[in-house]
C-alpha cells in the first residue's frame, strides 16, 4: 500500500486551499487542490485518498486541477469528494469518476408546519416514513414497472412518473436538469441491470441513505431562506438515495468493459479502478448513455419516496398538510455532466460533489436565480445538516461544485467496534431523535462520530467562497437501511 502524505509535501495555497504540486509525480499532468482548513486536513491525510488524487491528476484530458472538497475521504479509484473536469471530446470518462451509486443525491421538502404544530405527532410520523418507504439491502417496493415502463423511466426520469400520478409537475421544476439528462440510452443498460432496477423505485436503500425529519434551528440567510421557503423552526424532510441496485450494475459493467479496451487507446493508470475510455469512443459514449439512464432512474427513485412521504404525511397529519408540502429542491452529487467553462465544453465528474452554481445562472430554477442554487450538506443523524446557495467562488474556483456531506473519518468496521447499534440508537432517543432502522449493524456504522465535523466542513465551503450558509436543521427523526 502507498504511503499517505504528509501535510508537510503540501503547498498552501490561501487560507482555505492547498496543493499537491504537478511536479510531486512524474505522471501527474495537473496539480491535485484541496479544499481544507488545518484541523480538517490533519484528518484527510491519514487515509489513501490524496494518493487516489494523484492517481486523477494523471488521467489524459483532464484540466485545470484535480479537485479535493473537504469532505474527501478514500473511494473506488477516484476519492469520494473528488472532482474533476475533462476537455472534449477525447478527454476520458471513468466511471470511478462517479461511481457506483450513480446519482445518489438529496432532496428537501419543507411541511407548512413548525415543531409546535407537529407536538407529539413526530414518532407516529417517523413511524408512517418507515412503513412507506423499504430501506435496507435489496429491499423493493411497491411500485413495479415491467420492462418497458422501466425503459421509459430511464429515458424521462420522473416525469415518467407523474403521468402515473406519481408526485408533482413542480417538482420537475425543482429538480437538478429537471430530472432528465440527455442521451439516456435503456439500450446501454444490461439486462442485468434492468432486472436489478425492477421494483426498486421510491426504496432507499441501505449505508448512509436515509429519510430524516428535522426542523430549522437557525436561519442565516433570512433572504435566502425566505425564497427557498424556509423559516425558523419549519419542519422539514431530507431525502437521501440513489439508483440502487441498478447504478450500481451499470458500473460494474462499464468499468469491465472499459478495463478491456485501456491498451486500445493507450492509455495507462496507476490504478485498474481508474478504467477508462475517450468520451467520444464507443466505450465512453455506451458508459455516458447507461450513466445518464441511471441518474434519470435515480431522480424518479427520490421522486417516488417523496410521494411516498406526502401519503404519510396525509395519514398523519391530514391531506391538506401533505398538499401543501413542497419540495424546496433536489441534487445530484454522484455524476458526470457536460458543462461549459472559459470557453471549453468540459465533461466534469462530481464524485461525492455537488453543484452550486451561483445567482444568475440559467442551470437554475427562475425563482431561484437572484439567490444561487440551493445546496444541501447533510450531517449523520445525531448531528446537523446544511442548507446553502451556490456563490460564484465555485464557478470561479471548482467548476460550479461543493461538498455532499460531512465526509467519512473512519471506516464503518471501526464504527461497529466502537459502539452497538442499540446502544447507539439509546443515545440517540435521548437526544430527542425518533430512529428506526431495521438493522443494529448499519445503525452503528453511520454513528455520528464516523464522520467528520460537518460545522467545520460547512465553514470551510462558506470561506473557500464555494457556497454560503442559509440554514442550519437538526434531526428529530431518522429512518435508515
Not at 436561519?219 to 441496485?245: E, N, Y
Not at 465551503?461 to 454560503?468: D, T
Not at 450558509?469 to 427523526?477: D, E, F, T
Request: glycine share 10%.
Amino acid at each position: 500500500m502507498a504511503i499517505a502524505l504528509s501535510t508537510s509535501e503540501l503547498v498552501r495555497i490561501d487560507e482555505m486551499l492547498w496543493e499537491i504540486p504537478v511536479g510531486a509525480r512524474p505522471d501527474m499532468r495537473v496539480p491535485g487542490r484541496i479544499f481544507a482548513d488545518r484541523e480538517l486536513l490533519d484528518a484527510i491525510v491519514r487515509d489513501q485518498c490524496l494518493e487516489q488524487l494523484q492517481n486523477v491528476a494523471t488521467l489524459p484530458g483532464i484540466v485545470d486541477a484535480a479537485l479535493a472538497m473537504p469532505d474527501i475521504h478514500q473511494g473506488y479509484g477516484f476519492p469520494v469528494g473528488g472532482v474533476a473536469a475533462m476537455e472534449l471530446p477525447d478527454g476520458v470518462v471513468s466511471p470511478g469518476g462517479v461511481g457506483y451509486d450513480i446519482n445518489c443525491g438529496v432532496r428537501l421538502l419543507v411541511l407548512p408546519l413548525s415543531t409546535s404544530d407537529l407536538g407529539d405527532r413526530r414518532e407516529p410520523l417517523v413511524h408512517e416514513f418507515s412503513r412507506a418507504i423499504p430501506a435496507g439491502t435489496g429491499k423493493h417496493g411497491s411500485l413495479s414497472l415491467s420492462w418497458p415502463e422501466l425503459d421509459v423511466v430511464l429515458r424521462e426520469g420522473p416525469r415518467a412518473l407523474v403521468s402515473r400520478g406519481i408526485g408533482r409537475e413542480d417538482d420537475l421544476e425543482r429538480t437538478e436538469s429537471q430530472g432528465c439528462l440527455p442521451g439516456a440510452d435503456p439500450a446501454a443498460v444490461s439486462a442485468r441491470a434492468h432486472e436489478r432496477g425492477t421494483g426498486q423505485l421510491g426504496t432507499a436503500g441501505a449505508g448512509n441513505h436515509f429519510i430524516e425529519l428535522q426542523r430549522v434551528a437557525r436561519v442565516f440567510d433570512p433572504a435566502a431562506a425566505g425564497t427557498f421557503g424556509l423559516h425558523d423552526d419549519q419542519i422539514t424532510v431530507l431525502i437521501h438515495s440513489g439508483s440502487r441496485g441498478l447504478g450500481h450494475q451499470v458500473c460494474t459493467d462499464h468499468v469491465r468493459a472499459m478495463d478491456a479496451v485501456q491498451a486500445r487507446y493507450q492509455i495507462l493508470l496507476p490504478d485498474r479502478q481508474l478504467a477508462c475510455a475517450p468520451a467520444s469512443s464507443p466505450e465512453g459514449r455506451a458508459y455516458l448513455a447507461a450513466m445518464a439512464a441511471a441518474a434519470n432512474f435515480a431522480f424518479a427513485n427520490r421522486h417516488a419516496m417523496a410521494h411516498c412521504v406526502r401519503e404519510a404525511i396525509a395519514r398523519v397529519l391530514g391531506p391538506n398538510v401533505a398538499e401543501a408540502t413542497r419540495q424546496v429542491y433536489d441534487v445530484a452529487h454522484n455524476v458526470a455532466k457536460v458543462e461549459r467553462y472559459r470557453g471549453r465544453d468540459l465533461l466534469v465528474h462530481r464524485k461525492g460533489a455537488t453543484r452550486a452554481f451561483p445567482a444568475g445562472s440559467s442551470e437554475i430554477p427562475a425563482d431561484f436565480r437572484t439567490v444561487g442554487q440551493p445546496v444541501f450538506i447533510p450531517g449523520s443523524m445525531g448531528t446537523a445538516s446544511f442548507v446553502l446557495a451556490g456563490e460564484p467562488g465555485s464557478m470561479e474556483r471548482s467548476f460550479g461544485t461543493t461538498c455532499h456531506g460531512a465526509g467519512r473519518a473512519m471506516s464503518r468496521t471501526a464504527a461497529r467496534k466502537r459502539i452497538g447499534g442499540a446502544e447507539l440508537r439509546r443515545q440517540l432517543e435521548a437526544q430527542g431523535i425518533v430512529v428506526r432502522c431495521s438493522s443494529n449493524k448499519g445503525l452503528a456504522e453511520e454513528a455520528p462520530f464516523a464522520y467528520k465535523d460537518v460545522e467545520r466542513v460547512v465553514e470551510v465551503v462558506q470561506r473557500a467562497g464555494l457556497a454560503r450558509r442559509v440554514a442550519r436543521l437538526v434531526p428529530i427523526g431518522v429512518v435508515k437501511g
